[in-house]
């Protein structure tokens, strides 16, 4: 585990693209860039290459990796860790493909039996926002995403979680289902997606789904309401099911549209969203688990 | 609309498949068959020398056809009749594309702003049922499927009702979904079904579909057992979300297994249900349907 300079790199690399960061050891970010090399992109035997191909690019320095490439579809296997969790938890674990040179940050389980639970990548920038005073060290988490998570933080460590599968019932239902048609459109805040969460309160689901068809067969919305009306029937039900209590501040870790949205449907249930910024996190939440390796 | 027979053919078109009835006006059933020659196989300069086949097979008689022949997808659309509707009102808005040879049952919307809804083929089970005296002219009856139904009749009308996208999504989840891989089983009534009912009874659907996902990751779950559970857990939510008071009677217009799987959900929401022949159903709809064309 020998690391012999003061700046290394950071990836978060996911299923379908990967944003690499040049870090100092404080967090700070020097570089980044993003493409779509994400796991399903790298054939089994190409990992130690496409690890080079980076070092050529963003210089030859340790890289910290956390993500789907930990998974069994990505270099190997990173056992998950139990919650509760902190950085130097994650950093115990790591498993190192490239012995000093490369490390994997291991993802995080919940082996409650009544709501098992499993993440991989969203756990470094919980713990970021954290350590960059981004967020305190005690609240609630929101993570919007194909997969979104809900964290509650407990002095610090990640105490529990749970996932919705919200961003990939929107792409199913917009590329599989009898409703395809009709969800064209690009998604925006505004009074047809409120029209959307409103519609989540009634707690009918897979009643309202075919509704909206039917409001769509029967010409009683456009498509590009339809389109933000379910966007917002499924976050409004996302957010319905964490059932935080009223006046709860959520910190949002998202882009800034996808934040709008998420942060429109927890106002609606009474919580108070603060958007946070999510790269940032992963930056200070990588620099902590390269500062745990190197106590 | 001159008709010079005592005995009609009756179709039941739905998307993917058909059957068809030899009746006489009494809705007694002299003959059916079933094949996969859904709207979906029928060209749409196809339709006329597709019934002359099926005349061929069954008898050179009237036709009667309900479901999917009537939308903007088969023979010509036969537009919807609103609630409340009885075989009378049915039998006054046929669509003739041979006049007085072939006619299209038009389907039933519920233009209600705010929970707008369509069928196309389960109104004619739905009054026949009525009419056969298989169920009560007051009640709830349910049709499970791709698009279940509920439909609550009043005085031997379709009043009102419901549909649930619950088997489509089964089906996306099964295909496209991430939990794909562990929903190849059959599905079969039992505990781990009836597992999945109750995870319904938390109302959170689409943390508890990821949490299966999860459940498999951690190896929790056997995929023939997260296969239940997922039914359970999407028809358990299609019942709840019904919201009918407890003791309630439930017709259930399915075939056994899947009768038998509704059933078990409906009693755990503390209702009553009933397993009805659907088919026995339709024939009494359809020989209602002509009868009315007669009088």
Redesign the interface.
Known sequence: MVVDSERFLAIDWGTTNRRAYLLTGDGEVLETCRDDRGVLAVAKDEWPAEIALLRARMGDLPVFAAGMIGSTRGWCNAP?VDCPVDPALLAQHLVWPEAGRTAIVPGV???D?G????MRGEEVQLLGAVIAGLVPRDGLLCQPGT?SKWAWMNDGRIASF?????G??FA??R????LADYLDEDVVPGDEFRAGVALAGQ?????T???E???G??G?HSPAAISARVSGL?IG??VN??EFAQGTTVHILADPMLGALYGDAIRAAGGVPVIVDSHRAFAAGMASIWRACHE
Chains 1, 2 share one sequence.
């Not at 707690?203 to 009643?207: A, C, I, K, N």
């Open positions: 998950y389980a919940n082996r039996a709501a098992p639970d499993v997969h749970r996932t919705a599968m919200t990939e019932m199913l239902l590329t599989h289902s009898l707690h009918r689901l897979l009643t789904l075919f509704g068809r039917a409001g067969v029967l009683c499924l039900s996302d099911e964490q």
